[in-house]
């Protein structure tokens, strides 16, 4: 093999500055060069690399568009809107095709009307608007609350006894019959039910983030920090809940769905809210399960209730997946 002779006039470059000598730098040879990590960019590019969280999310999309906009739309009234058929008989009860022509063609009646003329398409995304919001407020209260006291309870032994008697005592009490007694006690309403939701919903998530705590804090890493010297709300807040953000993201998509299933058995039983929620809806349809020719009004809510809970605990699960930096790879 011939070797080639290289012309250094090509470069015009003096011979000094050619074959100057490099100071060598302690410091930046132990300098490692590697691409910058983001972590919730990992996260959302290990999330869409699956075709059917894509699939997911557009549907979840469409449901909050139908839920929170569509309402805003057709100036939906809960107090006028349901009720402006009301004196026409002819419009009560109708299948989809019935009512598209008498109605003529609409969104609003693809799911026929109800007992009163309405529109059971317009009725059950006015009530989605307000069950998934009663889901989000009572799982950020839950989420919130449950997370802080069980960073708390698992890094305090006092405080582990106290609570740990407490959660003996409540968890032990079934969570529907309690907040069935809150409910009869006080007036349901929305801000009731918030509350019979969080008074000790956040109790169980609490009691697992301090078992997720406890497992957590005794690594070496978190006992060579405690040796340095550096403050316990440091180690919880720096070393110990970022490593659980995807057990934490796992529980919320569990905790979502589940409100709503609370709203609408609680409805469905008559002791749920006075608004016209899904369950609501579920539960003023009933008497249409079992008439001939009346089923849609109670299956299109219960549809669309199902098919809600599903897509938040699939998106949520999911995103819980990628938030595991292992799935990072």
Same mark, same amino acid.
């Given at each position: 093999?011939?070797?080639?002779?290289?012309?250094?006039?090509?470069? !015009?470059?003096?011979?000094?500055?050619?074959f100057?000598?490099? !100071?060598? @730098?302690?410091?930046?040879?132990e300098?490692?060069?590697?691409?910058?990590?983001?972590? =919730?960019?990992s996260?959302?590019?290990?999330?869409?690399?699956?075709?059917? !969280? $894509?699939?997911?999310?557009?549907?979840?999309?469409?449901?909050?568009?139908?839920?929170?906009?569509?309402p805003?739309?057709?100036?939906? @009234?809960?107090?006028?809107?349901?009720?402006?058929n009301?004196?026409?008989?002819?419009?009560?009860?109708?299948?989809?095709?019935?009512?598209?022509?008498?109605?003529?063609?609409?969104?609003?009646? $693809?799911?026929?009307?109800?007992?009163?003329?309405?529109?059971t398409?317009?009725? #059950?995304?006015?009530g989605?608007?307000?069950?998934i919001?009663?889901?989000?407020?009572?799982?950020?209260? /839950?989420?919130?609350?449950?997370?802080? #006291? +069980?960073?708390? =309870?698992?890094?305090?032994?006092?405080?582990?006894?106290?609570?740990?008697?407490?959660? !003996?005592?409540?968890? /032990?009490?079934?969570?529907?019959?309690?907040?069935?007694? $809150?409910?009869?006690?006080?007036?349901?309403?929305?801000?009731?039910?918030?509350?019979?939701?969080?008074?000790? +919903?956040?109790?169980?998530i609490?009691?697992?983030?301090?078992?997720?705590?406890?497992?957590? %804090? @005794? %690594?070496?890493? /978190?006992?060579?920090? %405690?040796c340095?010297?550096?403050?316990?709300? %440091?180690?919880?807040?720096?070393?110990i809940?970022?490593?659980?953000?995807?057990?934490?993201?796992?529980?919320?998509?569990?905790?979502?769905?589940?409100?709503?299933?609370y709203?609408?058995?609680?409805?469905?039983?008559g002791?749920?809210?006075?608004d016209?929620?899904?369950?609501?809806? $579920?539960?003023?349809?009933q008497?249409?399960?079992?008439?001939? +020719?009346?089923?849609?009004?109670? =299956?299109?809510?219960?549809?669309?209730?199902?098919? #809600?809970?599903?897509?938040?605990?699939v998106?949520?699960? /999911?995103?819980? @997946?990628?938030?595991?930096?292992?799935?990072?790879?």
């Amino acid at each position: 093999m011939k070797e080639q002779l290289v012309n250094l006039d090509e470069f !015009n470059m003096s011979e000094e500055e050619l074959f100057s000598q490099v !100071n060598h @730098d302690s410091l930046s040879s132990e300098k490692i060069t590697a691409p910058r990590y983001s972590y =919730w960019r990992s996260v959302f590019r290990v999330f869409f690399k699956k075709k059917i !969280n $894509i699939i997911v999310l557009s549907i979840l999309a469409v449901v909050i568009l139908f839920t929170y906009v569509y309402p805003l739309v057709i100036a939906y @009234d809960p107090e006028v809107t349901p009720y402006i058929n009301l004196m026409d008989g002819s419009s009560k009860h109708l299948k989809p095709g019935a009512a598209i022509d008498k109605f003529g063609f609409s969104l609003s009646w $693809i799911f026929g009307s109800g007992d009163k003329g309405q529109s059971t398409f317009d009725a #059950i995304w006015y009530g989605s608007s307000i069950s998934i919001s009663l889901a989000l407020i009572c799982a950020l209260i /839950n989420m919130f609350v449950g997370v802080v #006291i +069980g960073a708390i =309870w698992g890094f305090s032994k006092k405080v582990d006894i106290f609570m740990t008697e407490v959660y !003996n005592i409540i968890a /032990n009490i079934p969570y529907i019959l309690l907040i069935s007694v $809150i409910v009869l006690i006080m007036s349901a309403s929305f801000w009731t039910m918030v509350f019979a939701l969080t008074v000790t +919903g956040w109790l169980g998530i609490a009691y697992f983030i301090r078992t997720q705590v406890i497992i957590i %804090r @005794d %690594r070496e890493y /978190n006992l060579a920090s %405690r040796c340095l010297g550096t403050p316990i709300l %440091r180690i919880a807040t720096k070393n110990i809940l970022p490593f659980m953000t995807s057990v934490i993201v796992t529980l919320a998509a569990t905790e979502i769905p589940s409100y709503i299933s609370y709203e609408v058995f609680l409805s469905y039983i008559g002791m749920g809210l006075k608004d016209m929620s899904l369950g609501k809806l $579920i539960e003023a349809a009933q008497n249409a399960m079992v008439t001939p +020719g009346w089923e849609f009004e109670f =299956w299109c809510p219960v549809a669309i209730a199902s098919i #809600i809970t599903v897509v938040l605990y699939v998106v949520g699960q /999911n995103l819980g @997946d990628a938030s595991d930096p292992r799935t990072h790879m």
